[in-house]
């Protein structure tokens, strides 16, 4: 039973710095290629950093420059650095992850989510 659990959300002001960690279980990590999507209310979820097995990344150009996915395959995790906030990166957000050296941003193309964390950034 493959299992995501986000942490690290929380309310920050604009310019503000925020770290989100996955933790994975249940599969051994090397073998996935992760994602971090998010969704604001009212909005469909969007693809924001992908991470494949190598380490090669691909992201929204919405976020190019001010996040940074990265993985620890040793410990299991998944980490989203987000600097410069905005309000508009407000959102819950999810990691996921599918068996495939594959980059991919697009949200059907994953096959196991986590519950989310969420992202509240204030002007």
């Known amino acids: 039973q493959v299992q995501l659990v986000e942490s690290g959300g929380g309310s920050v002001q604009a310019g503000g710095s925020l770290r989100l960690s996955c933790v994975s279980s249940?599969?051994?990590?090397?073998?996935?290629?992760m994602a971090w999507f998010r969704q604001a209310p009212g909005k469909e979820r969007e693809g924001v950093a992908t991470i494949n097995t190598g380490g090669v990344t691909d992201y929204a150009d919405s976020v190019k420059g001010r996040f940074t996915i990265s993985r620890d395959n040793a410990v299991n995790t998944l980490y989203l650095r987000m600097n410069s906030l905005k309000p508009e990166d407000t959102a819950m957000y999810y990691c996921a992850a599918r068996r495939t050296w594959l980059l991919s941003l697009v949200v059907g193309s994953y096959n196991y989510w986590g519950q989310g964390t969420q992202v509240t950034v204030s002007s």
């Open positions: 249940g599969y051994p990590a090397s073998v996935y290629s």
